[in-house]
């Protein structure tokens, strides 16, 4: 681990707990993030990760429902504990996870039993009976991130406003239906989770809000890469062993759903040039997967099961 850079240092002296600590006591590490920049502080035997918001993220997110989300799923014990939270940008300090793994794409593939603990991680929180600020609607966000890029001057890629048109037969399944929302994460990335083997937690809320359960095990799913054994073990440990149709189906549905909505939000970075990955590519990626699940004829099949029973 390295000094701290100006930056670094500069938001470690917005922290009360850590603002009168000698520059020379720090260590800092850099960790992984798509819009934000994380570090694992060391001060002495105290571990930490402070995070430091990505530039115009406040324009998409907001900070203050995202301060309370993560304090009540630290409660819960499936976050890291919050030990600062700047509403006004969204800088946060967390007790560090010791003997935690942040997970991958491929280590969910290659810890037995991840995609089950990550299962019964969500759904710790998804049965914890508290209310997180903010109603997480699809169709809304989507948009909503069509009037950021609108003003971004940002192009789409072509025939999205047709697939969105496309998405109204799930709509109007998902409307027949209506789910009991709870507290979801609602961005599952691979690397939100952290595993010790037994058991694991979940960071980064950023888009967390009250929302159908069930679209959190479906963007998992798609996170993760999970193939159709992933999904079994994901969604078996999840309904312990009591599956329906209709919660299959919904899982399949919002596998589209989240890549239809990413897309634009893979756009946006790209508008405001997040240096980060190739955003470009990376919202092409989304958009060409969403087509081919919902082109798929599974897909109808997967629509009309949610149609017919609750989930």
């Known amino acids: 681990m390295a000094k ?5 240092l ?5 922290i009360p707990l850590l603002a009168r600590v000698p520059a020379e006591k720090f260590s800092a590490e850099r960790l992984g993030g798509l819009t934000n920049r994380n570090y694992k502080i060391e001060v002495a035997s105290d571990r930490y990760v402070l995070r430091i918001p990505g530039d115009k993220t406040s324009d998409y997110i907001n900070r203050k429902v995202e301060g309370h989300n993560a304090r009540v799923a630290a409660e819960v014990g499936i976050n890291a504990p919050v030990l600062f939270f700047d509403e006004r940008d969204g800088l946060m300090l967390c007790r560090y996870l010791d003997g935690t793994v942040s997970m991958t794409p491929e280590l969910f593939h290659q810890r037995p039993g991840a995609p089950a603990r990550a ?5 710790q929180i998804h049965r914890s009976g508290q209310k997180f600020e903010f109603r997480f609607e699809l169709f809304n966000m989507i948009d909503e991130y069509l009037r950021v890029l609108a003003k971004l001057g ?5 025939g999205y406003h047709d697939v969105v048109r496309e998405a109204e037969a799930v709509r109007r399944a998902l409307d027949r239906h209506p789910a009991a929302v709870t507290p979801c994460h609602c961005d599952p990335l691979s690397e939100n ?10 960071v980064d809320w950023e888009y967390s809000g009250m929302n159908d359960p069930l679209w959190d095990l479906g963007d998992m799913s798609v996170e993760a890469g999970f193939a159709e054994e992933q999904d079994r073990e994901m969604m078996e440990a999840y309904c312990e062993g009591r599956l329906s149709a209709a919660q299959q189906g919904r899982m399949v549905i919002y596998k589209a759903m989240c890549d239809l909505l990413w897309t634009l939000w893979g756009l946006i970075q790209f508008a405001n040039k997040n240096p980060a990955d190739d955003f470009w590519a990376y919202a092409m990626r989304r958009f060409e997967r969403c087509k081919t699940l919902m082109g798929d004829t599974a897909f109808a099949r997967h629509i009309s099961a949610v149609e017919a029973a609750p989930a």
């Open 193 to 202: 989770f952290l595993d010790d083997g037994k058991r694991m937690w979940v």
């Open 154 to 158: 940002t192009p789409l890629p072509e």
């Open 10 to 14: 500069e938001a470690l002296r917005r």
């Open 4 to 8: 701290p850079e100006p930056e670094t």
């Open 119 to 123: 299962a019964l991680a969500l759904r």
